[in-house]
């Protein structure tokens, strides 16, 4: 009985951290500090992105490394500083090393606090690519940030999908230990042998 208690409580604590929301944050960990999705465009003053390819995944996320070529991409830039809704702000992507450009939108004001950058061909070419955010102040100075990205690596296994996994099989586990007496009992046996160790 009393292993039974213990591996049940092994069981609840690790399904808490599974759905704990500190953990589901992005960057992994709690807080912007870490947030690997976000960058800094004046001193203190950040800005989110998200990409997002919608016609090959339509519910994922993503933000370093985008699967797949040639299918639509949307990048979101999301501000998390009210000033920037009054400035106006121009996007670039560039294949890197070379530099070439491969999409621009001009300097124009953002009053909702969301751009959403639609790339309808996506990117053609696996690699490194840099997104050019340029902030256009009123005094005519031009703030310069950069976010990259990789395309064309394939499919992930997101952190979350193994977590899940690992929540399944060890959910099933749990159910057949308690409707199975004969893998109860040894179950029971090697936790009673690891005790006496």
Known sequence: MKNTHAFRNSFLALLGMVFSSVLWAHGGAAGT?????????????????????????????????LPDLNSTIQLVFDYQ????????????????????????SEAK???????????????????????HVTLLQDSGERLDAHMSFKAGAGQPTSKGTLGLYALVFFGGLYVFYLSNAGFKRKVDELLGKAKEL
């Not at 009210?82 to 070439?100: C, D, H, L, S, W």
């Open 33 to 65: 500090d870490t947030d690997q999705c976000k960058f800094e465009l004046e001193k203190d003053h950040w800005i989110h992105y998200t990409a997002y390819q919608p016609k090959a995944y339509p519910a994922e996320e993503f933000c370093g490394n």
């Open 81 to 104: 500083d009210q000033r920037y809704r009054n400035m106006a702000i121009e996007f670039e992507v560039t294949k890197e090393p070379e530099g070439k450009r491969v999409f621009f």
């Open 109 to 131: 004001k953002h009053k909702s606090g969301t751009v959403v950058l639609n790339l309808p061909e996506g990117v053609a070419e696996e690699g490194k690519y840099l997104i």
